[in-house]
Structure formats: C-alpha cells, structure tokens
C-alpha cells in the first residue's frame, strides 16, 4: 500500500513512518506542504493520504479538496483539532476519515487500513459530538425500515458495503441498492452525506435504546 503523510512536523512524519510501516511492507511518501503534498500525489498515486489540516500556505482543508477533486487517493484526516464544525467541514469537502492525533496508535493503523479498504473511519467521540451538534430530524429517518437502519448504523461504526453484507448475512448488491434507497429518502445524493447521516442515525438508535432500559 502506498500511504502519503502531509504534516508539518518533521517528527510527526516520522513517527508515521515508524508506526505506519515497521517492517517497510508499505511504501511511506512524506510532503511538508500543501504544494509538495500535490506534485507528489500526482508523482505516486497514494492509497492513503495521512493529511493534518493545519499547514502553512495552502491550508489543510484547500488542499483536501483539490486531492479529492484530481482523485489523488483516499483522504484520512489526522489532526490536534476535534471541533464537530471542522470534523463536519473535511467530511463535507471529501475526507474519507477524521481521527485526532491523541488517538491510541492502534486507532490510527485500524483507519489507515480502513480506509484503505474502501470504508470510511470517523473517531468514536468525534462521531458522537457530530451527531449531537446536529441530530438528525427523526421525521426524517422515521421514513426508513428496520433493515435501512441498521445499515446505517453500521455505516456510522466504519465497515464497508462487503462487511455490511456479511454482518448481516446478505449479498453486496443488496446493500447497495439499500444504500441507493436510503440516500433517495433522505435526499441525499453523496456517500459522505449519508455517513453524516448515518452517524446521526446510530446517536437516534441509542438514545432510543437506552430509554427502553430506562422506561
């Protein structure tokens, strides 16, 4: 796997480095800048790209958008910053995933792979400060089943649509065409909307749960 790590920080590289690729299985690129960072996605072609959002001359969020944009690779946002708008901004401009840098490094390996695998990874307590600095409307997601639900609410717990299936004993195919009807209900047209959704929707489904225990 090719993984690019955009920091600043010289020693935040190369502990990425260091925990990233310890025996060298993956091919490790680091940029300092947003620039440096764009002719060597260009150059390499990532898998992966480890982005910290606070960079010096093009900011972190700009050029999260023009390396989702050139379709230069998947985008794991990794940053000391852990405020719902700023989580809310990378999703929204394409980041694939959101983790602060006082994550356990076994978080940190566990979203790179992730994401690398296709699935979107937003840390825990990140994705319960989205949902509770914007719940969704329940009026809104009264309108799926049972089943849409629930694949909702493993959408927000980071699997892919293949590990979707198999947690639920079903096709692939089957998941996506409930991903398609989901999105058409809740009138959404991307795949990050519906994650944001879907992160709200699991916060709905505790809340829930936890007033029947109570009740």
Aim: with cysteine.
């Amino acid at each position: 796997m090719r993984i690019l790590v955009v920091d600043d920080h010289a020693l935040v590289r190369q502990g990425l480095r260091r925990l990233l690729a310890p025996e060298g299985e993956h091919a490790i690129t680091e940029a300092a800048t947003g620039h440096e960072a764009l002719a060597l996605a260009e150059h390499v072609r990532p898998h992966v790209i480890v982005l910290d959002l606070n960079l010096p001359g093009l900011g972190g969020l700009e050029l999260l958008k023009r390396l989702v944009h050139a379709g230069h690779g998947r985008v794991l946002v990794l940053s000391v910053r852990d405020e719902p708008q700023l989580v809310r901004r990378a999703l929204a401009a394409g980041a694939e995933g959101y983790i602060t840098k006082s994550a356990p490094p076994d978080e940190v390996i566990t979203a790179v792979r992730r994401v690398s695998q296709g699935a979107r990874y937003v840390e825990a307590h990140l994705a319960q400060a989205l949902a509770l600095d914007e719940p969704a409307a329940s009026s809104t997601l009264e309108a799926l089943t049972p089943r849409e639900l629930e694949i909702l609410r493993l959408l927000a717990t980071g699997l892919s649509l293949e590990q979707i299936g198999a947690e639920l004993g079903v096709t692939y195919k089957t998941v996506a065409n409930n991903c398609a009807t989901i999105k058409s209900k809740l009138g959404v047209s991307r795949t990050i909307d519906l994650l944001r959704l879907a992160i709200d929707a699991r916060e709905m489904s505790d809340r829930r749960a936890s007033g029947a225990l109570n009740g």
